[in-house]
């Protein structure tokens, strides 16, 4: 299944906004906003169970930050994990300048994850496993061989 698909069939007939770029790679996350009857939800649909499983970790470190969006649902379908999230509304960067109360709630996130214990959210204990490794490995390699005529590597090397 494809995660578009899979979102349209979470959608149940509400609208789809994808908020990433359609891509061609492997592993790569997609994200989309679906708007139900009443309110929004964000789908994070992971191209691999080891990044949904990290991004898990992480989110179990940082569960007592009320500011961050709140996790509804997790799930896998056919070879897709996924998480759900409450919608944490449209905002960026960009818009914190002209919106003082947003940028504070920004900051007061920031400093909650910065006060959270760091522990928490070592991989070493946990989070990074043969499957991650193996995706990494091949998403680094990915990225090197379309620099690599910059750093000067040789393509054989690559393969």
Same mark, same amino acid.
């Given at each position: 299944?494809? =995660?578009?698909? +899979?979102?349209?069939?979470?959608?149940?007939?509400?609208?789809?906004?994808?908020?990433? /770029?359609?891509? =061609?790679?492997?592993?790569?996350?997609?994200?989309?906003?679906?708007?139900?009857? !009443? &309110?929004?939800?964000?789908?994070?649909?992971?191209?691999?169970?080891?990044? %949904?499983? %990290?991004?898990?970790? /992480?989110?179990?470190?940082?569960?007592?930050?009320?500011?961050?969006?709140?996790?509804?649902? #997790?799930?896998?379908?056919?070879?897709?994990?996924?998480?759900?999230?409450?919608?944490?509304?449209?905002?960026?960067?960009?818009?914190? =300048?002209?919106? =003082? !109360?947003? /940028? &504070?709630?920004?900051? /007061?996130?920031?400093?909650?994850? &910065?006060?959270?214990?760091?522990?928490?959210?070592?991989?070493?204990? %946990?989070?990074?496993?043969?499957?991650?490794? !193996?995706?990494?490995? #091949?998403? #680094? +390699? $990915? $990225?090197?061989?379309?620099? %690599? !005529?910059?750093?000067?590597? $040789?393509?054989?090397?690559?393969?």
């Amino acid at each position: 299944m494809q =995660p578009k698909i +899979l979102a349209e069939t979470m959608a149940d007939g509400g609208t789809l906004q994808e908020l990433t /770029a359609s891509t =061609p790679l492997v592993s790569a996350n997609q994200v989309f906003r679906i708007w139900r009857p !009443g &309110h929004s939800v964000v789908l994070k649909v992971y191209g691999s169970e080891a990044r %949904r499983r %990290r991004e898990g970790h /992480a989110l179990d470190a940082l569960v007592k930050v009320d500011s961050l969006p709140r996790v509804l649902d #997790t799930g896998g379908e056919a070879s897709l994990s996924w998480i759900l999230f409450e919608d944490a509304g449209k905002w960026n960067l960009q818009s914190l =300048p002209e919106n =003082p !109360g947003l /940028a &504070h709630r920004a900051g /007061a996130i920031l400093a909650e994850i &910065h006060a959270s214990d760091r522990s928490a959210f070592s991989n070493l204990s %946990r989070g990074i496993d043969q499957e991650w490794i !193996g995706v990494d490995y #091949t998403a #680094t +390699l $990915r $990225r090197l061989d379309r620099y %690599r !005529g910059r750093v000067g590597v $040789r393509a054989d090397i690559i393969q």
